[in-house]
């Protein structure tokens, strides 16, 4: 029990709310008396009608009248939050491995003003197979050749969806989803196995950046609204054919024609923004120096370049999450999620962090790198490349304290995951006890050290959720969970849809 109220003060719960809370007890909800027990003060009710009063001003400032608020505040309205990171993250031996792959990559990519960092982890990933069999010190795959082509796939399944669902008011929750982002700049692993496999890969030679696809927020706004207005001409064209009496199989080929038709618009418009890319199966010759300085010419098409150097090691990766909200050892899609139609549909194993991080140092381990998926703006330090739970002192700066769990987050929306990355290495102890992980990003040099990041490993408990790995590296038991288990369908605007 808390201490009770001052004569003067207003009850915690009005009297004629009591009633109706002690009714549904049974469903969940707390009486009085339990509100008051749970908090680590007496409550006083200020304003009975839910409005701000000037007493609630003038107690809250009375609680935040002490030293550390008053040092609190003349830092902070000269200097940003940075200036509350605790010196002891900065550790001088923080960039500092003692188990890392053996094949040293080049250079640190940089996506620059983009949102294409699940194509960088994913190029940065596979590029590897590719620097090993030729022997290469630097290179790059080509994110513009897969950046062009999952815009043009985006489009395709945005239309179709559409098509699907004309039933639908524009009104309902599913469309007004879908039409706010239809073509992201983000994706999954699983987007990008659609595209290698339609789409082959080519180096960064051969289909280099442009303007539009370093800079993307005009080829953003110009394709979605085109696309937008297709949505609206494609849903209009199927009432006009329905109310002609057409049976359903007719309607849908026309209105595919119709798709076809538009879709030359948004062909035209990437193509005059990134760039007109190799088709699969067109043929181009890259010369190359190996590390040796030795001359090499490789000829094909963008197909057999990537079946020439990747393989299978894309198609075998599979997705393991960490989403404490669900289930764990048990598959899940989410609803209308995708980029090409009819392709490979991103599909998660949900697992806890230990059982990620044993993966990702086996991996490592081995050799191999680990692209993963991450809520990057959580406890970072960009300037030192710093991901540690440890960084900041809000708490004590602020008087406040976090309490919120992983799942508890992702529920109320305080997190989801929103960048994609990958592992190289790690710091164990002298137990074998994971310390820090080393993290190639792909926003150029001059952005953490000289590009690498360190993130601690209760960093990533909280705030990792995805792992992209070789089957041959996960547990059979997950592995069969994720081909053969029974699959959860998400709501589309779940967390776990969110894009890299």
Known sequence: MGAAPSKQTTPLIPTRQLASLSLNEKQGLLNQDDVVAHHPSPLVLRSSNGALTDTNI??????ASNPTQAVTRA???????????????????????NTVIDFKTGPIANQRQSGRCWLFA????????????????EFQLSQNHLYFYDKLEKANYYLELTMENTDLPLSSRLLSHLSADLVSDGGQFDMIVNLVERYGLVPFEVFPESFHSVLSKDVNTVVKSRIREHAIILRKTANALRAQGLAENSVVAALRAKKEQLMAETYRILTAMLG????PNDNFTWNYNDKDGKYGEWSGTPLEFYKCFIGTKAVDSISLINDPRNPYD???????LGNVWGGRPVVYANTVPEVLKSIVVKAIKAGEPVFFGCDVMKYEDRDDGLLDLDLFEYDNA??????????????IGESLMTHAMVFTGVHLDEAGKIVRFKVENAWGTAIGN?????MTD???????????IPKRFVPKNLVDVYENGERTVLDPWDPMGALA
């Not at 994913?122 to 010190?137: D, E, I």
């Not at 007109?276 to 088709?279: K, T």
């Not at 048990?330 to 209308?336: D, I, L, R, S």
């Not at 000289?450 to 360190?454: D, E, R, V």
């Open 58 to 63: 003038a107690d809250w400032e009375e609680t």
């Open 75 to 97: 830092v902070l309205a000269r200097a940003d939050v940075s200036v509350l990171q605790r010196r002891k993250a900065h550790r001088v031996d923080q960039h500092i491995f």
């Open 122 to 137: 994913g190029t940065n990933v596979l590029r590897y197979n590719v620097m090993r069999k030729l022997n290469l010190a």
């Open 276 to 279: 007109v890319p190799l088709g």
């Open 330 to 336: 048990h598959a899940y899609v989410v609803e209308a």
């Open 398 to 411: 602020f008087d406040t304290k976090a309490t919120l769990n992983k799942a508890e987050r992702l529920e």
């Open 450 to 454: 000289k590009g690498w990041f360190t």
């Open 458 to 468: 209760a960093w990533f408990d909280q705030f990792v959720y995805q792992i992209v």
